[in-house]
């Protein structure tokens, strides 16, 4: 890993609603972003929790299994754990989807889900609130990241009559990293629903990373929301996941991992520059390949010349 690359990593996890087996998955996984230098570890949603109507029945056993992750995470820079969890807010106990940011085991920030399905059963945060940017740690300047949950980076489906998709808050906004973590819909092999979804979460990927300038780390879970370890435990590798787990920026894909089965992956990005500067400093003297003169375009000059 060269001193300007930042190591991000995501676990493409199997998902229950065993409590226990959830945390000895996440507990594996940091050990593993240890052993491999990962600076950013990002796990699927509800990945703790389990996802499902019924989280909220085991809210004392999660409290527990929660504290224990955080305690292993120590060590780890930073840990981007998804997860359902009840919290005290000024109006009551509140019902969350989340990511859970930590800094060396210790919470420093939460993204909380803002497009909630009955199957969350948790609160939604209001979508037209602004979008929780933090600071994370750069290379040679200050960078910050995102936080994006399932259908807040999808958006737009009709039956829940959602608004607006929530990365078009991006364009222009100069985040340098969007962690997304999800637990998508799973369908059998080659049902024709499965294949428009492919499409439209591909496409919608590739978009936001070239809109926003920014990389992308997305995450989903490997087996569907009914899969139990102990009778299921052989069909871990059944289905394809909603969505890709991987890596990209504007040129499209860094990195991604099969669509079966338990996968951990680990990309270097360079966050000592934002993308927007790599995209506008692209070499463009490649007389050999294309013999024609294009030199960099003057924005500033520009802009300039339109607004006078």
């Given at each position: ?6 190591r ?43 996802y ?73 945060r ?102 139990d370890?102990?009778?299921?435990a ?7 996941t ?22 951990y ?44």
């Amino acid at each position: 890993m060269s001193k300007k690359t930042t190591r991000i990593a995501g676990v493409q996890l199997p998902v229950s609603t065993n409590i226990q087996f959830n945390k000895k998955e996440i507990l594996k996984a940091i050990d593993w972003a240890k052993e491999n230098e990962v600076k950013h570890l990002l796990t699927p949603e509800g990945s703790l929790s389990g996802y499902g109507y019924k989280w909220s029945d085991n809210l004392d056993e999660i409290q527990d299994a929660l504290k224990e992750v955080e305690e292993h995470a120590k060590g780890l820079e930073f840990l981007h754990l998804g997860t359902h969890l009840q919290e005290n807010e000024w109006e009551g106990k509140i019902n969350r989807n989340e990511i859970r940011h930590y800094y060396e085991g210790s919470l420093f920030e939460i993204t909380l889900k803002s497009y909630c399905i009955p199957n969350d059963a948790s609160v939604s945060r209001d979508p037209d609130t602004p979008l929780r940017v933090f600071p994370i740690k750069g290379n040679d300047r200050p960078a910050s990241a995102v936080g994006m949950i399932c259908n807040d980076m999808w958006g737009c489906v009709e039956e829940h009559n959602y608004g607006m998709a929530l990365n078009e808050k991006l364009k222009g906004s100069g985040i340098d990293l969007i962690l997304h973590a999800t637990n998508g819909l799973k369908w059998p092999t080659n049902d024709k629903r499965q294949i428009a979804f492919d499409k439209y979460h591909d496409a919608f990927l590739r978009m936001t990373a070239f809109k926003s300038l920014s990389h992308i780390i997305t995450v989903d879970t490997c087996v569907p929301w009914s899969w139990d370890p102990e009778k299921d435990a052989d069909k871990i590798d059944a289905v394809d996941t909603s969505s890709e787990s991987g890596v990209l920026d504007f040129l499209g894909w860094k990195t991604s991992v099969p669509r079966r089965g338990r996968q951990y992956f680990y990309c270097d990005i360079d966050l000592s520059q934002t993308q927007k500067e790599v995209f506008m400093n692209f070499d463009t003297e490649q007389e050999d390949v294309y013999p024609f003169p294009m030199g960099k375009m003057n924005w500033d000059s520009y802009y300039q010349k339109r607004n006078d």
